[in-house]
T-cell receptor, first 116, second 111 residues
Framework: EPEVTQTPSHQVTQMGQEVILRCVPISNHLYFYWYRQILGQKVEFLVSFYNNEISEKSEIFDDQFSVERPDGSNFTLKIRSTKLEDSAMYFC??????????????FGDGTRLSIL | DAKTTQPPSMDCAEGRAANLPCNHSTISGNEYVYWYRQIHSQGPQYIIHGLKNNETNEMASLIITEDRKSSTLILPHATLRDTAVYYCIVRPKLGTYKYIFGTGTRLKVLA
């Protein structure tokens, strides 16, 4: 069964450095998402992306964050000048557009980002 | 915005059916109910979704009340590997595709 893959599984970065998290969504999916989960807390929506542009973003997704689909398969989340509070699991998700756009999102297993 | 309410935790004996309730009294007429689970810190795993009819797949059954204000996820024969946090999700409003996760129900399957 096709799945969303994320790399790396664990990323350790010094505070203030830039980090890029990578995702390969399911191949025929057209909507892409990033979520994050700080240890012990809820899964939080960051951003959704469709047709090469951001369709929706949360208050968390400020100027420090950016997303890109650099080619036909990858979807990336860049965090500039990381802070300690960016330490979290970051999940990528994707789905098909369907009638009334009800198709479920499928999630990757995440990248654990640790900021030192 | 549509919201969901779930009990924080439940126990279930191995081999028995696990029935996980969810209240979504503010759901709009054509919004779906989605169920996911999260095992440890893995990514949320899709289980099932439905609009108004009951649904069944190889993982679970979903029973939605006629007024659509609540639903129940049924794992017919729970195993230890079903121990996880289960999330009932309704997208907050029409035109948005994001999921808002609550705290879910922590299901513990007991041997």
């Amino acid at each position: 069964e096709p799945e969303v893959t994320q790399t790396p599984s664990h990323q350790v970065t010094q505070m203030g450095q830039e980090v890029i998290l990578r995702c390969v969504p399911i191949s025929n999916h057209l909507y892409f998402y990033w979520y994050r989960q700080i240890l012990g807390q809820k899964v939080e929506f960051l951003v959704s992306f469709y047709n090469n542009e951001i369709s929706e973003k949360s208050e968390i997704f400020d100027d420090q964050f950016s997303v890109e689909r650099p080619d036909g398969s990858n979807f990336t989340l860049k965090i500039r000048s990381t802070k300690l509070e960016d330490s979290a699991m970051y999940f990528c998700a994707s789905n098909l557009p369907g009638p009334n756009s009800n198709q479920p999102q499928h999630f990757g297993d995440g990248t654990r980002l640790s900021i030192l | 915005d549509a919201k969901t309410t779930q009990p924080p935790s439940m126990d279930c004996a191995e081999g028995r059916a696990a029935n996980l309730p969810c209240n979504h009294s503010t759901i709009s007429g054509n919004e779906y109910v989605y169920w996911y689970r999260q095992i440890h810190s893995q990514g949320p795993q899709y289980i099932i979704h439905g609009l108004k009819n009951n649904e069944t797949n190889e993982m679970a059954s979903l029973i939605i009340t006629e007024d659509r204000k609540s639903s129940t996820l049924i794992l017919p024969h729970a195993t230890l590997r079903d121990t996880a946090v289960y999330y009932c999700i309704v997208r907050p409003k029409l035109g948005t595709y994001k999921y808002i996760f609550g705290t879910g129900t922590r299901l513990k399957v007991l041997a």
